[in-house]
């Protein structure tokens, strides 16, 4: 083998090591952006799922009349019968 064919054959080597290490790097690189969208969903779906069931546990109170009784007065200021209702306005100085 002469010295030209030897340094060709070493230089195909080199781009073909080369040309491996980049697939594995890109690989490696797309591997671990998947792995952070995982992440990334993973607690999304953890902070829905804490959302559904807040959901569920009101949906379950609709018919709690004490709730409801609870929420006509606080959200929508309304009083019983008999009841009267004050409002305090503050003076700003």
């Known amino acids: 083998m002469s010295i030209n064919q030897s340094l060709i054959l070493r230089v ?3 781009i073909g090591i080369a ?4 697939a594995f790097y890109s690989r490696a690189h797309e591997a671990a952006s998947y792995q952070s969208q995982i992440r ?3 607690a999304q779906k ?5 959302e559904i069931d807040n959901l ?3 949906l379950a109170r609709k018919d ?8 006509a007065r606080r959200q ?3 009083v019983m019968p008999g009841e009267e209702k004050y ?4 003076q700003r100085p």
Do not use: T
Not at 64 to 71: A, N
């Open 76 to 78: 929508l200021g309304l």
């Open 87 to 90: 409002i305090i306005i503050e």
């Open 56 to 58: 569920k546990s009101l």
């Open 46 to 50: 953890i902070q829905v799922n804490h």
């Open 64 to 71: 709690d009349k004490e709730y409801l009784k609870y929420l």
């Open 40 to 42: 990334k969903i993973e």
């Open 19 to 22: 040309s491996v290490a980049f």
């Open 12 to 14: 195909i080597i080199g």
